[in-house]
């Protein structure tokens, strides 16, 4: 069965850290393109990072120098270290793969990629 299972986040007071974390089974995160996406209630989704199949990472300036997302190829899982957290990124984040090119780059919602994650929520307050 191909899907990503997420786990980690929760709740922090501001200046906090926590990770998520995405599991893959059913298909090679190392040979896929993965995203991180947030969505705050009554917000639009935000891509918040990207990973590349070699590696390249990408983030939104919003988080640029506070987030850092990875891959463990050998456990086929992806992370979001989130640190220095802040009110505003409190939200649901939701990770998402595509096995298929992506042309001309990430779509604007993790429900626009292959496979996604069930979604876990980040708490920050102040």
């Known amino acids: 069965e191909v899907q990503l299972v997420q786990s980690g986040g929760g709740s922090t007071q501001a200046g906090g850290s926590l990770r998520v974390s995405c599991t893959a089974s059913?298909?090679?995160?190392?040979?896929?393109?993965m995203g991180w996406y947030r969505q705050a209630p009554g917000n639009e989704c935000d891509l918040v990072s990207t990973i590349s199949t070699d590696g390249n990472t990408d983030y939104a300036d919003s988080v640029k120098g506070r987030f850092t997302i990875s891959r463990d190829n050998a456990k086929n899982t992806g992370y979001l270290q989130m640190d220095n957290l802040k009110p505003e990124d409190t939200a649901v984040y939701y990770c998402?793969?595509?096995?298929?090119?992506?042309?001309?780059?990430?779509?604007?919602?993790?429900?626009?990629?292959?496979?996604w994650g069930e979604g876990t929520r980040v708490t920050i307050s102040l």
């Open positions: 998402a793969a595509a096995v298929r090119p992506l042309g001309i780059g990430y779509p604007s919602c993790y429900y626009g990629m292959d496979y």
């Open positions: 059913g298909f090679s995160l190392r040979d896929s393109s």
